[in-house]
């Protein structure tokens, strides 16, 4: 049984940063892609960023050169350190984990909300 908790969320200035954090329990994790997603009030789910077993990295456009994801796997844990902050970046960002090269996310985490303030 996998299970994704995520921490760290809270509520910053913009130009601020947050630190995200999802613990992972289930050793296929090690075995697994992982990732952020973010919903915002009124939108659809967007992909942030992502991060492989091999810790290739990508992001969306929107959070580049802004984020930065990272993951531990001797501790199963996955990071977004999130820097200058937006008020469009708040949302409730969801840690994912294993997928199939086109297939959905198998695990989800329960979200965390960021709320950035100006």
């Known amino acids: 049984q996998v299970q994704l908790v995520e921490s760290g969320g809270g509520s910053v200035q913009a130009g601020g940063s947050l630190k995200l954090a999802c613990t992972a329990s289930?050793?296929?994790?090690?075995?697994?892609?992982m990732g952020w997603y973010r919903q915002a009030p009124g939108k659809e789910r967007e992909l942030v960023s992502t991060?492989?077993?091999?810790?290739?990295?990508t992001y969306a456009d929107f959070v580049k050169g802004r984020f930065t994801i990272s993951r531990d796997n001797g501790q199963m844990t996955l990071y977004l350190q999130m820097n200058s902050l937006r008020t469009e970046d708040t949302a409730v960002y969801y840690c994912v984990a294993c997928r199939e090269p086109t297939g959905p996310w198998a695990y989800w985490g329960q979200g965390t909300q960021v709320t950035v303030s100006s």
């Open positions: 991060i492989s077993v091999t810790k290739t990295t």
């Open positions: 289930g050793r296929m994790i090690r075995e697994c892609g």
